[in-house]
């Protein structure tokens, strides 16, 4: 909807300098989202994993938005996607994409500083990039508000109050985003909640179904399959009451009382042999 929203403005708009002014700005706003993930990228591999979910969601909000703002500026901005493309080391994105995704999975892993210092330097050949494309992009842009101000006809007042109405425009814009970036994140910090509680009860259940049956028996009935019923061609049913039971039970943990009747029986065994 924001692309859209962008064709249309540029289509109906005489001089695009103003979106582009504005695109420069989301750009400059997206570095520094950039700037913030590498911080607390670094932190991760030197961690070795975040323990608070709060520190998770932050990196998260800062890496998501700060890539949303970058490729936003692109649709208001074509020359910075032009510069972006040839000035950005694609080796070095696709080491940065294969990184953020082990950091946003939040697997705990040993505690490394080389790691932390590597991911550190990583992006820092990326935001060195982003400030190369930041200055070209800039110098460009500072040349044609020099020739928009001597070639212009339009009425500075109507050129002001259209500036003033386009930077007014950037927070609604970022808002937007920032809503769409934040149901996101609910959803799939939800999910990984509800499927973590799933495998928990899970274990939970297979642990009761072992102590009610055999081990084999248990993982038949786990697999639907039909358990075979066994016979034997004789058997010895042993009745025996064990004299002072209740009191037994309550002045004795069950540990013990069940050891008492196992040696009872034991003894009665011994005595029949």
Request: aromatic letters at 10%.
């Amino acid at each position: 909807m924001l692309n859209w929203f962008y064709q249309s403005v540029k289509q109906t708009s005489k001089n695009n300098i103003f979106l582009e002014l504005i695109g420069y700005h989301m750009f400059l706003a997206g570095k520094d989202k950039i700037g913030i993930e590498r911080a607390l990228g670094g932190f991760f591999f030197a961690e070795g994993h975040f323990g608070n979910l709060s520190h998770l969601i932050w990196y998260a909000s800062q890496s998501i938005m700060g890539q949303d703002y970058l490729k936003q500026s692109g649709n208001l901005m074509p020359e910075s996607e032009k510069t972006i493309s040839q000035q950005v080391n694609s080796t070095v994105l696709s080491s940065i994409e294969e990184k953020r995704n082990v950091i946003l999975s939040n697997r705990r892993d040993n505690a490394s500083v080389p790691k932390g210092e590597k991911w550190f330097d990583l992006m820092t050949l990326y935001l060195n990039d982003l400030a190369d494309v930041q200055k070209e992009v800039g110098t460009s842009l500072t040349k044609r508000l020099k020739t928009e101000r001597k070639n212009s006809k339009l009425n500075l007042a109507k050129r002001l109050t259209f500036f003033v109405l386009s930077l007014l425009l950037v927070p609604l814009l970022a808002y937007s985003v920032n809503r769409v970036v934040g149901t996101i994140q609910n959803y799939t910090f939800q999910l990984a909640q509800a499927t973590l509680q799933l495998k928990e009860e899970k274990v939970r259940a297979d642990s009761l179904l072992y102590q009610m049956f055999p081990h084999p028996v248990a993982e038949m009935l786990k697999n639907n399959q039909q358990i075979p019923a066994e016979s034997f061609n004789s058997a010895t049913i042993f009745f025996s009451d064990i004299v002072n039971f209740t009191e037994m039970c309550s002045s004795m943990p069950p540990l013990q009382v069940s050891r008492n009747i196992i040696s009872s029986l034991q003894s009665s065994q011994r005595l029949a042999g």
